[in-house]
């Protein structure tokens, strides 16, 4: 494991660009594992300001997102798809047809055996970006018993709909359902950026990199990978 870390969220995300970018410059058809969720807005925008001065190309780049809520159509503003497509997709030269986000509104378990096969013919990911939850969540691999292998339909903690409450006009909307890609698609990624910002998520850190790996801190399984950079800034 590589730790860099960052001043500050914009520092945090230079940095993490950086090695997107570098991914990008160096294997022009690689295949990018995104997140959506606050963390990564910066690193997006920082991407997007890359490919308007010319810098970055992402006209051979496959995309795979970690997950979707479940009955939320691509269109619904709170949708990742959504998210996406507003907060990247749109900005840069990407292929729509070599982006995919989970089907909210398909048969939940046909979609999951679907998208670990998208994962499977595209050989799998090159580079996984990951965000982290205040519970250690990593996708929507929520703590619990054990390791969920693959794409699963996940029943979501109050911890997660609280925190995502936020991105909804009521409570109420927060879904309780949603689909990830599993613990084997993440730690079979060649590399994995885990981005991490902001001084309430230091101790749920701390204890994903040094404590003991456990699914009650499903982030904690990344220590075992054998190419992960945390990209942090966590003192403010
Ligand atoms: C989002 C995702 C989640 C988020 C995590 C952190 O696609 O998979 O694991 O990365 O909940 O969210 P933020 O960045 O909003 O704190």
Redesign the pocket.
Known sequence: MRLIYATDYKDMCRKAANLISAQVILYPNSVLGL??????IGIYDQLADWYRKRDLDFSGVTSV???EYCGLEAAHKQS?RYFMETQFFSKINIQRSRTHVPNGIADPDEECRRYDEVIHTLGGIDLQL????HNG????NEPGPLFQKGTHCVELSEN?RQ?NRRFFAHAEEVPHKAITVGMSSIMQAKRVILAVSGKQKANILKKAIEGPVTPEIPASLLQLHNDLIVVASVDQ
């Not at 997140?35 to 990564?40: I, S």
């Not at 990951?130 to 939850?133: A, E, P, R, S, T």
């Not at 969540?137 to 929507?140: A, E, P, T």
């Open positions: 997140a959506t969720g606050a963390t990564p997102n970690l997950d990742y990951l965000g982290l939850g969540h990593i996708g929507f997660t925190a």
